[in-house]
């Protein structure tokens, strides 16, 4: 049934739950782990848009800074996702990862449509209704727009 199952990394403690029930569900299915981080508008985008003054040697130099953060940066995410990566292979379950560039939602539905995803098993941090209104949902567009199955884990509140 679920041959290949993404799961969104955004490096909080809720994704990783979110591993730990697709790591249980590729382990009934024998099915195949995807971890993808999507990186919005990196410091090089904005800086090589931004003006700054002091001339173009500023700007070169900011530039630079700007090169060498995103880095620093693409190289922290890849060794978070091979850690995460390693931890599911000593399961017994096979995976990749997979970093891109852009909007969440638009990023993970394009993911799917490329490498024919079955199943997307992400973390809902449940904004609240005004900030949902106001800033938009990663899992609004994707209920809307994907045609991949969703299970949406969800931070357990405390009932009394």
Known sequence: MFERILVPMD???LCLTALSY?????????????LLRVVTESIM???????????????????????????RKMTLIRQ????????????GISGS?????????SSIIECCGELSIDLVVIAGHGKG?????????????????????????????NRK
Do not use: C, H, W
């Open 129 to 157: 209704f005004l900030k949902r209104a106001i800033m938009g949902s990663v899992i609004d567009e994707l209920i809307s727009n994907s045609r991949v199955p969703l299970l949406v884990i969800r931070k357990q509140r």
């Open 80 to 91: 978070y996702l091979r850690k995460k990566l390693r931890s599911l292979t000593a399961q």
């Open 11 to 13: 490096g909080s403690r």
């Open 97 to 105: 990862f997979r970093v891109m560039t852009g909007s969440p939602a």
């Open 22 to 34: 697709a790591a249980e569900i590729a382990k009934r299915f024998n099915a195949e782990v995807l």
């Open 45 to 71: 985008d904005i800086a090589s848009t931004a003006p700054v003054s002091g001339g173009p040697a500023i700007k070169q130099d900011f530039l630079k800074e700007a090169r060498q953060r995103d880095r």
